[in-house]
């Protein structure tokens, strides 16, 4: 499915680098169907696209932290963020913006190596953290930016 996406933008002009797919995460999945998909979140990366996922905030976490409400659910975002982050993930999209771009930015430091600052900058800058389809895009190493659309 995501591969037949993927030659469709390609047909409309469209090259890989400028693609990022989204296994949607949650989306008519099972609890145990998103936790292998997190697990397995690097195998998407053979699609020669950025990767994407979005965990924040979702029903999954909720079941997994006896059924807490969307607004107790950070620390579990916080969780798959960094998670998705050493499976290979470029941008997570979430809620927290603040808090998951230091989660984001110390993950990714951790995985690709850096001190979580300066020194991770490159490997960070990949990172993106989006809030809402037309609020604002964060990077993990900038101030946050509308978002055109």
Request: charged share 30%.
């Given at each position: 499915?995501?591969?037949?996406g ?7 002009g ?5 693609l990022?797919?989204d ?14 998909m ?10 020669g ?12 976490i ?24 050493a499976?290979g ?9 603040e ?31 989006q ?7 964060s990077r ?10």
């Open positions: 499915y995501l591969e037949e993927i030659v469709r933008a390609e047909a409309a469209l090259t890989r680098d400028h990022v797919v296994p949607g995460f949650g989306f008519g999945k099972t609890v145990e169907h998103n936790l292998e997190l697990r397995r979140l690097g195998e998407f990366r053979c699609l696209c950025a990767v994407m996922i979005g965990t924040s905030r979702k029903s999954t909720g079941i997994l932290l006896d059924d807490a409400p969307p607004e107790e659910r950070l620390e579990g975002t916080a969780a798959t963020v960094a998670l998705a982050v499976a993930a470029d941008l997570v999209r979430v809620h927290d913006v808090e998951m771009a230091r989660v984001a930015r110390i993950a990714d430091a951790v995985v690709r190596g850096g001190r979580g600052g300066e020194g991770a900058a490159s490997a960070a800058a990949r990172l993106r953290t809030v809402g389809a037309r609020e604002s895009l993990t190493d900038s101030q946050p930016r509308p978002v055109d659309g």
